[in-house]
């Protein structure tokens, strides 16, 4: 990716149990673009991986961006990394702020964080408070210990809008059917998680007929797809090269089976590395990565994750 912003780390804390916080800081005479709440940045990693978070700071503020980062032992050494190695003083790279987790301006909210999902909801749920917009925040956690940003919220938020589920206290346990009864007429419901706490509280939602478009989510992964998918060609512009993939093969593989190497990251729809031009046919996206405007276009897409839906697509590397 071109356009990384060079940023140092102002400041390393304990968020909660598991969780590091980090502030970052632009460099000397330098600023960080605006951003809105559910935004989120790619950081790019010592050892050159990139994972994607959130950024749960004040909302315009230019010269501070703050990440909470969960250690995921089941990971593949992302936040590992930031955890054992990042300090303060480092200097690391990022890309400009993404938001495909917008709230929508104005109307009441319902906001639901599960674990670590807190760090786009809290830059919501701030935002909303600041506006005077009808809201509640309900976060899940395992334990009390792994809240993050208690005090921000007890200082920011009055006790009645923010409600706690622990799972090792089963009197706290989340009652969607309820929650969704007593919401604000038209509101919108976000929720960012674990896919178990994702299905949870979407199904729930949809369960209680609430219409698509009143239900935003934050995906940490992209969701697990069973279709393997036809078969498809690849055609290179310019050489005319064809590569054939087969069902169930990622256009990437493929693609690097034939001596073609796209940059990956993710390998899983998420971070946009891989993104790729697209001159003719029509691409199956697969990926949380490219706004629903985006993929519409048939432009462009991401071989790591997805396919085609015409036999052929023309793509510019
Ligand atoms: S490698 Fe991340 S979207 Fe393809």
């Known amino acids: 990716m071109n356009g990384w912003i060079s940023v140092r780390v102002a400041e390393r804390r304990e968020e909660a149990e598991g969780i590091v916080g980090l502030v970052l800081a632009p460099l000397p005479g330098a600023s960080l673009p605006p951003y809105e709440p559910g935004a989120h940045i790619d950081l790019k990693m010592p050892n050159g ?25 089941a990971g593949r050494g992302g936040s590992r990394q930031v955890h054992e190695e990042v300090k303060v003083g480092d200097v690391l790279e990022i890309s400009a702020p993404r938001n495909l987790f917008a709230l929508v301006p104005g109307e009441p909210a319902l906001l639901f964080a599960g674990g670590i999902g807190i760090t786009p909801i809290i830059a919501m749920a701030d935002h909303l408070a600041r506006s005077g917009t009808p809201y509640a925040l309900h976060y899940c956690a395992r334990t ?15 006790p009645h809008h923010v409600h706690y589920h622990f799972d090792d206290v089963p009197q706290t346990r989340l009652d969607m059917a309820r929650v969704l009864a007593e919401a604000e007429p038209q509101a919108h419901l976000y929720a960012c998680g674990p896919a178990g706490f994702m299905d949870f509280v979407i199904g729930a939602a949809r369960a209680a007929g609430w219409p698509e478009a009143r239900l935003h989510v934050e995906h940490f992964s992209a969701p697990e797809v069973q279709d393997p998918g036809d078969a498809f060609e690849i055609e290179i512009a310019g050489t005319g090269q064809i590569v054939p993939v087969a069902s169930g093969q990622s256009a990437a593989t493929a693609l690097a089976e034939a001596g073609i190497e796209v940059p990956l990251s993710c390998e899983q729809g ?15 996206h697969r990926d949380m990565y490219l706004s629903a405007a985006e993929q519409a276009a048939n432009d462009c897409f991401t071989p790591c994750c997805s396919r085609a839906r015409t036999p052929r697509l023309v793509i510019e590397i």
């Open 49 to 73: 991986m990139i994972r994607q978070y959130s950024l749960c700071g004040q909302v315009g503020d230019t010269m501070v961006y703050e990440l909470g980062i969960l250690l995921e032992t």
């Open 144 to 158: 009390h210990a792994r809240i993050a940003f208690r005090e921000r919220i007890a200082h920011s938020h009055a």
């Open 270 to 284: 998420i971070c946009g590395t891989c993104l790729t031009t697209v001159l003719a046919g029509v691409p199956d």
